[in-house]
């Protein structure tokens, strides 16, 4: 069985020529010594070298002059300096009897002097019987070699460097405990062993250049790396195992690390010629020092980022783009226009202009065809969008339905507004959403960036501003931004502080224009008609706010109190005013009231509340609440339906709304609206279009209220064409609540009579 020390099977033999042989003097032993060696012979003992590890060597020549000499040795007396060498001293005769040992020797081989006096060497040394020396030892007995080797011995458990030399009587052996020696070199090699070990398998490139730049190490991974073997760069210079082409400044910055300095480059991915893809590295270099702490070389550690990098770059990209669509998102649009509007401020030939565009009625496709159809359009615009956009525009899906296009370089206005008129071309078309054909239109606003905006987020405010001007203007078209514009978003928004605190300031009231039964000339109701005392701005109709509190959900409280305030009304004028007794009061409802989930609740609350019986509050409804809420809507008319509140549908004909509206909602009168009626004298098509609603409306049970009746020709042609209920200016205007009373009280319907 081996032991820690062993490096080779058995013992390794090298043979030299045949020593000189020197003579030995044996003088006979004094008391209490085991041998005396008298004279005269010089034996010549060179340390071994090295590495020497079992290695058997001849031709020592023997040389000892014995002029060892310490303050206690006695350099006339032989056996008094072998005393104090610190080597083991052993003195056998041709019987391989031993004849004389220093103190040294008997604490070696564990024994007392007189037991090993006399005894036979392969007593004292079994380790030598039978091995490849122990021939050696009898040719150095025959004065024809000597000895010299390393060997373990394993019953002592140490290492002994070992000289045999003959003498005239036998041999002389020398023995020297080099464990701590052997100990060492095998460290020494272990951790050479362990070190390259590492390099080996650490999954970082390291390589190691000396003094003059020239590879000296270049680990598995660097020839991974590199397509280069590792022992075919040894020795090469540093330009041919790194690309200083592309990296100019790793020749200086190996320069400052010979100096003592350490040296980056970070995120290089051409660092080392390869046929394999191309990864990304990051590298540093640092001084290599020796144990003197002199700089004797450069250290390279590379470690690869590629795949970090790759996380990195889609985690960017995730951060600044729409996973829907692939466009930049909102952030990444912003820190864009950021940075065109620093630039047009720092140069003054710099133009840009920014498009904000929305996609008209997305709601009622995402409603009425499901998320997925809302998803597939807004693909199908991202990918239109970038198709008519310039090369180096920014195309972005700011949130939801709205987008965003940054245009630079723009000569003038007239550029802007070209490009606007292209993407609304491919824009506003059809689009194949789960095998049907959806036509959608786009509005759109424009903003010229080099109008000294101190905030991007101010260009993105104006853009939006102009586009909902042009919402405002019909839908499917663009505006471009105007200070007028600007004047009125700020009126806008105080609008939209003030609506808060209207309600409960009591700000709102109620004005009542008559309707007309034109067939007997009755009076049978009245229309409520919303106004805003405002403290500021005095008495407003509704359009100028209630878009604002439509947006801002406000309208859900207001409808509630004008819901509340005509029941009130009408109650009032029953019990007071002769003649009020059959009248009723329609009431415009908003879509957001729908929603709500105490909707019609709260509608039947107040009509209990008032004392009113069925048929007193007619509820009025606009085509576009149908439209975004064709479900909702349908589930709600229903169930005050049942109750005994009477349904209208608002402005019939000027919205998208279809025919077929008017059989799977149970409504029971349809208005027609006021452009229509003021039109009707001149255009023959508008009166077909009244005579068409009039009979569809009157073969499905409805009847039919016509508004923004001006003349007594209008009223008279209405007649004719069938409608059942009139109103507008040529009756009466809108009155307050103690105006219409009045009105009520005097009211025979005279003025259907001329």
Same mark, same amino acid.
């Given at each position: 069985?081996?032991?820690?020390?062993?490096?080779?099977?058995?013992?390794?033999?090298?043979?030299?020529?045949?020593?000189?042989?020197?003579?030995?003097?044996?003088?006979?032993?004094?008391?209490?010594?085991?041998?005396?060696?008298?004279?005269?012979?010089?034996?010549?003992?060179?340390?071994?070298?090295?590495?020497?590890?079992?290695?058997?060597?001849?031709?020592?020549?023997?040389?000892?002059?014995?002029?060892?000499?310490?303050?206690?040795?006695?350099?006339?007396?032989?056996?008094?300096?072998?005393?104090?060498?610190?080597?083991?001293?052993?003195?056998?005769?041709?019987?391989?009897?031993?004849?004389?040992?220093?103190?040294?020797?008997?604490?070696?081989?564990?024994?007392?002097?007189?037991?090993?006096?006399?005894?036979?060497?392969?007593?004292?040394?079994?380790?030598?019987?039978?091995?490849?020396?122990?021939?050696?030892?009898?040719?150095?007995?025959?004065?024809?070699?000597?000895?010299?080797?390393?060997?373990?011995?394993?019953?002592?458990?140490?290492?002994?460097?070992?000289?045999?030399?003959?003498?005239?009587?036998?041999?002389?052996?020398?023995?020297?405990?080099?464990?701590?020696?052997?100990? /060492?070199? +095998?460290?020494? @090699?272990?951790? #050479?062993?362990?070190?390259?070990?590492? $390099?080996?398998?650490? !999954? *970082?490139? %390291?390589?190691?250049?000396?003094?003059?730049?020239?590879?000296?190490?270049?680990?598995?991974?660097?020839?991974?790396?590199?397509?280069?073997?590792?022992?075919?760069?040894?020795?090469?210079?540093?330009?041919?195992?790194?690309?200083?082409?592309?990296?100019?400044?790793?020749?200086?910055?190996?320069?400052?690390?010979?100096?003592?300095?350490?040296?980056?480059?970070?995120?290089?991915?051409?660092?080392?010629? /390869?046929? +394999?893809?191309? @990864?990304?590295? #990051?590298?540093?270099?640092?001084?290599? $020092?020796?144990?003197? !702490? *002199?700089? %004797?070389?450069?250290?390279?550690?590379?470690?690869?980022?590629?795949?970090?990098?790759?996380?990195?770059?889609?985690?960017?990209?995730?951060?600044?783009?729409?996973?829907?669509?692939?466009?930049?998102?909102?952030?990444?649009?912003?820190?864009?226009?950021?940075?065109?509007?620093?630039?047009?401020?720092?140069?003054?030939?710099?133009?840009?202009?920014?498009?904000?565009?929305?996609?008209?009625?997305?709601?009622?496709?995402?409603?009425?065809?499901?998320?997925?159809?809302?998803?597939?359009?807004? $693909?199908?615009?991202?990918?239109?969008?970038?198709?008519?956009?310039?090369?180096?525009?920014?195309?972005?899906?700011?949130?939801?339905?709205?987008?965003?296009?940054?245009?630079?370089?723009?000569?003038?206005?007239?550029?802007?507004?070209?490009?606007?008129?292209?993407?609304?071309?491919?824009?506003?078309?059809?689009?194949?959403?789960?095998?049907?054909?959806?036509?959608?239109?786009?509005?759109?606003?424009?903003?010229?960036?080099?109008?000294?905006?101190?905030?991007?987020?101010?260009?993105?405010?104006?853009?939006?501003?102009?586009?909902?001007?042009?919402?405002?203007?019909?839908?499917?078209?663009?505006?471009?931004?105007?200070?007028?514009?600007?004047?009125?978003?700020?009126?806008?928004?105080?609008?939209?502080?003030?609506?808060?605190?209207?309600?409960?300031?009591?700000?709102?009231?109620?004005?009542?224009?008559?309707?007309?039964?034109?067939?007997?000339?009755?009076?049978?109701?009245?229309?409520?008609?919303?106004?805003?005392?405002?403290?500021?701005?005095?008495?407003?109709?509704?359009?100028?706010?209630?878009?604002?509190?439509?947006?801002?959900?406000?309208?859900?409280?207001?409808?509630?109190?004008?819901?509340?305030?005509?029941?009130?009304?009408?109650?009032?004028?029953?019990?007071?005013?002769?003649?009020?007794?059959?009248?009723?009061?329609?009431?415009?409802?908003?879509?957001?009231?729908?929603?709500?989930?105490?909707?019609?609740?709260?509608?039947?609350?107040?009509?209990?509340?008032?004392?009113?019986?069925?048929?007193?509050?007619?509820?009025?409804?606009?085509?576009?609440?149908?439209?975004?809420?064709?479900?909702?809507?349908?589930?709600?008319?229903?169930?005050?339906?049942?109750?005994?509140?009477?349904?209208?549908?608002?402005?019939?004909?000027?919205?998208?709304?279809?025919?077929?509206?008017?059989?799977?909602?149970?409504?029971?009168?349809?208005?027609?609206?006021?452009?229509?009626?003021?039109?009707?004298?001149?255009?023959?098509?508008?009166?077909?279009?009244?005579?068409?609603?009039?009979?569809?409306?009157?073969?499905?049970?409805?009847?039919?209220?016509?508004?923004?009746?001006?003349?007594?020709?209008?009223?008279?042609?209405?007649?004719?064409?069938?409608?059942?209920?009139?109103?507008?200016?040529?009756?009466?205007?809108?009155?307050?609540?103690?105006?219409?009373?009045?009105?009520?009280?005097?009211?025979?319907?005279?003025?259907?009579?001329?």
């Amino acid at each position: 069985m081996g032991t820690p020390f062993d490096t080779d099977a058995g013992d390794r033999d090298h043979w030299g020529a045949a020593g000189e042989p020197s003579r030995i003097d044996r003088a006979a032993p004094g008391p209490g010594d085991a041998g005396r060696i008298t004279t005269g012979a010089r034996i010549d003992r060179s340390a071994p070298g090295p590495g020497d590890a079992d290695r058997i060597t001849t031709g020592a020549r023997i040389d000892r002059s014995g002029n060892h000499t310490s303050p206690h040795v006695d350099p006339d007396d032989p056996a008094s300096v072998l005393e104090q060498i610190p080597d083991a001293f052993i003195a056998f005769d041709r019987d391989w009897r031993v004849q004389h040992l220093n103190w040294k020797a008997v604490h070696l081989l564990g024994a007392t002097r007189e037991e090993l006096a006399g005894g036979v060497i392969w007593d004292a040394l079994p380790e030598a019987t039978g091995l490849a020396w122990e021939s050696e030892l009898r040719r150095a007995a025959d004065g024809s070699s000597t000895l010299h080797l390393e060997k373990f011995f394993r019953s002592r458990g140490a290492w002994f460097e070992i000289h045999a030399f003959p003498s005239n009587n036998g041999v002389v052996l020398y023995m020297r405990d080099i464990s701590d020696r052997k100990w /060492t070199e +095998r460290s020494l @090699r272990d951790s #050479d062993h362990f070190a390259r070990t590492i $390099l080996a398998s650490v !999954g *970082e490139g %390291i390589f190691v250049l000396d003094r003059d730049l020239r590879c000296r190490l270049w680990n598995r991974f660097m020839a991974q790396a590199s397509g280069l073997g590792g022992e075919s760069v040894l020795g090469r210079p540093i330009g041919d195992i790194l690309n200083l082409d592309a990296n100019p400044s790793i020749a200086a910055g190996v320069k400052r690390v010979l100096a003592g300095e350490h040296f980056r480059v970070s995120e290089t991915r051409d660092l080392v010629p /390869t046929t +394999r893809a191309q @990864r990304w590295v #990051d590298v540093v270099f640092t001084p290599q $020092l020796s144990v003197d !702490g *002199e700089v %004797i070389g450069v250290v390279g550690i590379m470690h690869d980022v590629t795949d970090r990098r790759a996380v990195e770059e889609r985690l960017l990209h995730s951060a600044n783009h729409d996973p829907l669509t692939g466009l930049p998102n909102r952030t990444f649009f912003m820190e864009q226009l950021r940075q065109a509007n620093d630039r047009a401020r720092r140069n003054d030939e710099f133009q840009f202009a920014l498009v904000f565009l929305d996609v008209d009625h997305f709601k009622v496709i995402n409603d009425s065809l499901g998320h997925q159809a809302g998803d597939d359009l807004l $693909l199908q615009f991202a990918r239109k969008l970038e198709e008519c956009i310039r090369p180096g525009d920014i195309a972005a899906r700011i949130g939801g339905d709205e987008f965003a296009v940054l245009l630079y370089d723009m000569g003038d206005q007239v550029d802007v507004t070209a490009i606007a008129q292209r993407i609304q071309a491919s824009l506003g078309n059809r689009f194949v959403i789960q095998g049907r054909e959806v036509f959608a239109t786009v509005s759109a606003g424009i903003a010229d960036g080099s109008s000294g905006y101190e905030r991007p987020e101010d260009i993105l405010r104006d853009a939006d501003t102009a586009m909902y001007r042009a919402k405002e203007q019909g839908r499917g078209r663009f505006e471009v931004f105007d200070a007028d514009m600007h004047k009125s978003a700020v009126r806008l928004l105080l609008i939209q502080t003030d609506l808060q605190e209207a309600v409960s300031r009591d700000e709102f009231l109620l004005h009542y224009q008559p309707i007309f039964d034109i067939r007997n000339g009755q009076l049978v109701g009245f229309e409520a008609l919303l106004r805003w005392d405002h403290p500021r701005d005095g008495l407003m109709a509704p359009g100028a706010f209630i878009h604002v509190a439509e947006d801002t959900g406000a309208i859900v409280e207001i409808g509630r109190w004008a819901a509340r305030e005509a029941c009130r009304q009408l109650r009032e004028w029953r019990d007071e005013v002769p003649g009020a007794r059959d009248l009723s009061v329609h009431v415009n409802l908003s879509g957001k009231e729908f929603v709500q989930p105490d909707g019609v609740c709260q509608i039947l609350d107040i009509v209990r509340q008032a004392g009113l019986g069925p048929g007193a509050l007619k509820l009025e409804v606009t085509e576009s609440i149908i439209l975004e809420n064709a479900e909702l809507v349908a589930r709600a008319l229903e169930e005050l339906r049942g109750h005994g509140i009477e349904l209208s549908i608002d402005d019939f004909g000027t919205g998208y709304s279809s025919l077929s509206y008017l059989h799977r909602f149970a409504f029971d009168t349809v208005k027609v609206d006021q452009s229509f009626v003021s039109g009707a004298a001149a255009e023959e098509s508008n009166q077909e279009i009244i005579r068409a609603i009039v009979s569809l409306s009157h073969s499905l049970g409805m009847d039919v209220i016509a508004e923004g009746v001006e003349t007594a020709d209008q009223l008279e042609r209405l007649r004719r064409l069938g409608c059942d209920f009139a109103q507008g200016y040529y009756f009466s205007g809108a009155l307050t609540g103690a105006a219409a009373a009045e009105y009520i009280a005097r009211s025979q319907a005279p003025a259907l009579a001329g």
